[in-house]
Structure formats: C-alpha cells, structure tokens
C-alpha cells in the first residue's frame, strides 16, 4: 500500500483489490461503522467520528452500491490496456487481470539538453524536437498494431508517464476507437521498460482512496 499526500486535503492510498475488504473493516474499527453513499467515481464512506473515505473503483470495474460489490468488482478480472509514453520511450501492453499477456517496448534516442548557445543551440533544439516527435510516431504505430485490434476486448486503456506524449500518441486519428476507453487515472512512471511495463498492471488494477482524517473539533 503506498500513500502521498492530495491536493485539497487529506491523503491518497493506492491500495491492492484484494486487501480492500481488510483495509475497510481496519477504517470501521478505527473510526466507527461508516454509512456509505454511491458516487460517480465509487463509494464514499462516512465515520461516525467524521473520518471519510472516498474508494475510487480502479479502471474498467463497473459500479457498485455497497462495499462487498466494489471489492468483488475490483477484483475481478478484466482486459485492460497499457500505454506509457515519455519523449524517446514508450511500451504498450494488455493485461489480463494480473497477467501481462501482451507486452512491447521502444525506446528511440532523444539527445539530452545541452548548454551551448546560439545558432548552434538552435540547430540542436529542432533536432531534438525532430527527434521525439519521430518516437511518438513510433509510439502510435506500436499503440495501431497492439490495443487497436483488442479494443472491442478492453475494459479501459491506462496511460502513464508524460500527459502530453500520451495525448499526442492518441491524437492520432487511427486510435480513435482507444479514445473513450482511456481511464482517467494517469499512472506516475519512470521512463518506460519492460518491467515498469509489468509493475504498471498492478498500478492499474489498484484501488486509490481518498482519506480524510476527523477535523480537531469533531476527533475531540
């Protein structure tokens, strides 16, 4: 279980399908049986001390209305689709529940910056900008020949690593079919490789709660 803190208060734990029964009776048990309401991201649970928990249903899981249904549905296996992008590098998987079952990995050369100045400098700018935009034509082609046939088969296409070179590999008009797949959720990723590729999956197929601990005049 990993945890870091949420933009406007509270923390956020990613926390595997299968521990999320355990993780709510260990919320129940530290402050008190919660209700719960369905929302559009999950659930939300409600303490008696005023602690909330907001358990976001990972991507592709359908909704649910109580808590044994969000579990069961987070556990589940499901199809999904990988895509990670940075500038040079990019892998494209399918997963099959826990199983990386379709995998593959291109890494183009992207030189670094440099300090130089001038017209040389220039030069070498647009050679570089040359440079990544040919990876992330790479990059698309790679994303037509794996997800695009299994798109009918997909519960979600997950995407990682930078915003914009996802973006742009998706802009591409042949992808078209991947596009309402595309989960929200951007996984936080080095540059990709075989086994950020794998260690993705259970990124992907984790539950993220939203915890707010009990304000100091309610925990009192």
Known sequence: MTSRPAAGGGRWVEVDPARVARWVDGFADRHGPPTTTVQGYGLLLAAPDGATAELHAPP??????????FVAAAAAPRRLGLLLARKGAVAVGVAEGTDLVVSKVDTRYVQGRTAAGGWSQQRF?????????????????????????????????????????????????????????????????PEPRHAVLVAAVGAARAVQIRLRDPAPESAG
Do not use: F
């Open 125 to 189: 700018a647009r050679r570089r900008d040359n440079q990544a935009k040919a990876a992330l034509v790479d990059a698309a082609e790679l994303a037509v020949r794996l997800l695009l046939p299994q798109a009918a088969t997909l519960a979600a296409v997950v995407c990682g690593g930078d915003r914009r070179a996802v973006d742009t590999v998706l802009a591409d008009r042949r992808l078209a079919p991947l596009v309402p797949l595309r989960a929200e959720r951007l996984l936080d990723v």
């Open 60 to 69: 592709g899981a359908p909704a649910s209305t109580d808590v044994p249904g």
